[in-house]
T-cell receptor, first 112, second 113 residues
Framework: EAGVTQFPSHSVIEKGQTVTLRCDPISGHDNLYWYRRVMGKEIKFLLHFVKESKQDESGMPNNRFLAERTGGTYSTLKVQPAELEDSGVYFC??????????FGSGTRLTVV | DQQVKQNSPSLSVQEGRISILNCDYTNSMFDYFLWYKKYPAEGPTFLISISSIKDKNEDGRFTVFLNKSAKHLSLHIVPSQPGDSAVYFCAASATGGYQKVTFGTGTKLQVIP
């Protein structure tokens, strides 16, 4: 079974630019989550999709962040325009019917 | 407001000894607790979990203990092995683990050969 795939693995962009992160969940997993870890702090929840619907987006920092999951398969997280404080590691996770998540390896975003 | 706290950022243990990682939480609504292990440049990997109806769950060398009255849980690794060296995250959920999970800041465990 293929795991959760995220790309790019690293992205360095200038402040004000746009970046789009992509996550391919495990096939058949309806639940998809985005999390972010900033500067060695806790891993913070951003949002949760069930299929193509946003179940919970209470963790999204502001309207510069836009997440989509067209067709209930892969998901994208766009940051536009990026700010310095957006730097961190963005993790995607998916879950089927069981309790635990399966995380991807993350995208390390650096805004300079 | 940190709802899940791991107050020890790092821990060093000799190989073969017991590693004890601690976690405290403040939200009384949490009913499901998980531990994740993370190696550098990888995503967190689910390790073990416990429901609030239990006070102990064991899986091989890993045991999680839950003290609901103290809002405290701990992960015991016995015996510790060098391959256990990683960052361990405590996490909690208020929905049986089926919705969003709140993570702690992690404890970096180093097992010394």
């Amino acid at each position: 079974e293929a795991g959760v795939t995220q790309f790019p693995s690293h992205s360095v962009i200038e402040k004000g630019q746009t970046v789009t992160l992509r996550c391919d969940p495990i096939s058949g997993h309806d639940n998809l989550y985005w999390y972010r870890r900033v500067m060695g702090k806790e891993i913070k929840f951003l949002l949760h999709f069930v299929k193509e619907s946003k179940q919970d987006e209470s963790g999204m920092p502001n309207n510069r962040f836009l997440a989509e999951r067209t067709g209930g398969t892969y998901s994208t997280l766009k940051v536009q325009p990026a700010e310095l404080e957006d730097s961190g590691v963005y993790f995607c996770a998916s879950r089927g019917q069981e309790h635990g998540y399966t995380f991807g390896s993350g995208t390390r975003l650096t805004v300079v | 407001d940190q709802q899940v706290k791991q107050n020890s950022p790092s821990l060093s243990v000799q190989e073969g000894r017991i590693s004890i990682l601690n976690c405290d939480y403040t939200n009384s609504m949490f009913d499901y607790f998980l531990w994740y292990k993370k190696y550098p440049a990888e995503g967190p990997t689910f390790l073990i979990s416990i429901s609030s109806i239990k006070d102990k769950n064991e899986d091989g060398r890993f045991t999680v203990f839950l003290n609901k009255s103290a809002k405290h849980l701990s992960l015991h690794i016995v015996p510790s092995q060098p391959g256990d060296s990683a960052v361990y995250f405590c996490a909690a959920s208020a929905t049986g683990g089926y919705q969003k999970v709140t993570f702690g800041t992690g404890t970096k465990l180093q097992v010394i050969p």
